[in-house]
């Protein structure tokens, strides 16, 4: 039964994700802002999917593709939200910047691929038996540093709009709780046998779709308001 429950909250996670991430491209507007965002939601569902199947594992190689297949999301979630905050909050990042952020995920991944070589990602992984490694803590710490300045980013562009201090809690709210409940699972303060993540990820797409339907968030419109005069075929008198 326990098992049955827990499908069905992952499963709950997975189309939440697919709702918002279609809802938004029907609805938002179409720019770069949206686009990242989508990303975003579309790596939860590449994340949460193969959590379906882990109840059903019997086998290290069926173990090692699920992991295989979760960690594109797992690893891509941090700087894809990172890069959407700074998008979100207009500002640029370098070149040499942008080539770090993406090469230290993947970096991350191949060492998830490769470690039945070299044990640094997790120490031991077996069916019912799995511990971490030191390339693993480096890639929880670098994917909370990537969350934790996009929340920053997508703040101070909140605190230049003047938006209000409700419109902000629950936005932020819905990035901090799926982060809240993985270091509670990471941190074993929580031993539950399974991921608490991907059950988090349902709240935090309720709280943005609340945001986006009553707060209009990323309704944003990329044309600043004098190029829009100037592209104007007519003259406008504005009384």
């Known amino acids: 039964m326990f098992d049955i429950l827990l499908g069905i909250t992952y499963a709950a996670a997975v189309a939440m994700s697919l709702y918002t ?9 179409k720019n770069r802002i949206t686009g990242a965002f989508i990303a975003c939601q579309l790596l939860i569902v590449v994340w949460c999917v193969p959590q379906l199947f882990l109840g059903i594992v019997r086998t290290q190689m069926g173990l090692y593709l699920a992991y295989a297949v979760s960690y594109v999301g797992i690893c891509l979630i941090g700087p894809a939200w990172l890069t959407f905050a700074l998008l979100y909050g207009r500002r640029r990042i370098p070149r040499w910047g942008a080539a770090l952020l993406w090469a ?10 490769t470690n039945g070589a070299h044990r640094l990602f ?4 077996a069916v019912g038996d799995v511990a971490y490694g030191p390339v693993f803590y ?26 209000r201090a409700l419109h902000i809690g629950l936005i932020l709210a819905s990035v901090a709780v799926p982060l809240l409940f993985n270091l509670l699972h990471i941190s074993g303060a929580v031993r539950t ?4 993540t991907p059950p988090a990820f349902s709240v935090s797409c309720l709280l943005m779709l609340l945001a986006v339907y009553r707060y209009d968030f990323l309704n944003v419109n990329p044309m600043a308001f004098r190029q829009i005069l100037a592209e104007l075929p007519e003259a406008v008198v504005v009384y």
């Open 104 to 113: 230290l995920p993947l970096f991350h991944y191949a060492m998830l691929l």
């Open 122 to 125: 997790y120490a031991r992984f």
């Open 138 to 163: 480096l890639h929880v710490v670098f994917t909370y540093a990537c969350v934790v300045a996009g929340m920053a980013a997508v703040a101070g562009n909140f605190r230049r709009r003047k938006v």
């Open 193 to 196: 046998g399974f991921d608490l």
């Open 21 to 29: 991430a279609v809802w938004l491209f029907l609805k938002a507007d």
